[in-house]
């Protein structure tokens, strides 16, 4: 059973940064993509960055000049540092990787980033 968690979210003020984190479990494939979305209160679920396992990475322009992805394969780990936040990113952020047309998630965890 796969599972994705993540962690390293929390309340952080206008400008600071986060380093989120996400494990995968009970894999039994190196992930060809692994990708962090978002979700902010009353607005759906959006891409941030995507990285593949050689390294190609693909930002939102959200994010841009701002986060990076990177991923550890032997440990099947993505990061998502994130630098100079704003109000506006605040948001749930989900882990998120896929194989043979099979979507998994994270269950989330909460940035807020107060003014």
């Known amino acids: 059973q796969v599972q994705l968690v993540e962690s390293g979210g929390g309340l952080v003020q206008a400008g600071g940064s986060l380093r989120l984190s996400c494990a995968a479990s009970?894999?039994?494939?190196?992930?060809?993509?692994m990708g962090w979305f978002r979700q902010a209160p009353g607005k759906q679920r959006e891409l941030v960055a995507t990285?593949?396992?050689?390294?190609?990475?693909n930002y939102a322009d959200s994010a841009k000049g701002r986060f990076t992805i990177s991923r550890d394969n032997t440990q099947n780990t993505v990061y998502l540092q994130m630098n100079s936040l704003k109000p506006e990113d605040t948001a749930v952020y989900y882990c998120?990787?896929?194989?043979?047309?099979?979507?998994?998630w994270g269950q989330g965890t909460q940035v807020t980033v107060s003014s």
């Open positions: 990285i593949s396992r050689g390294g190609t990475t």
């Open positions: 998120n990787t896929a194989r043979a047309g099979v979507a998994y």
């Open positions: 009970g894999i039994t494939f190196s992930p060809s993509v």
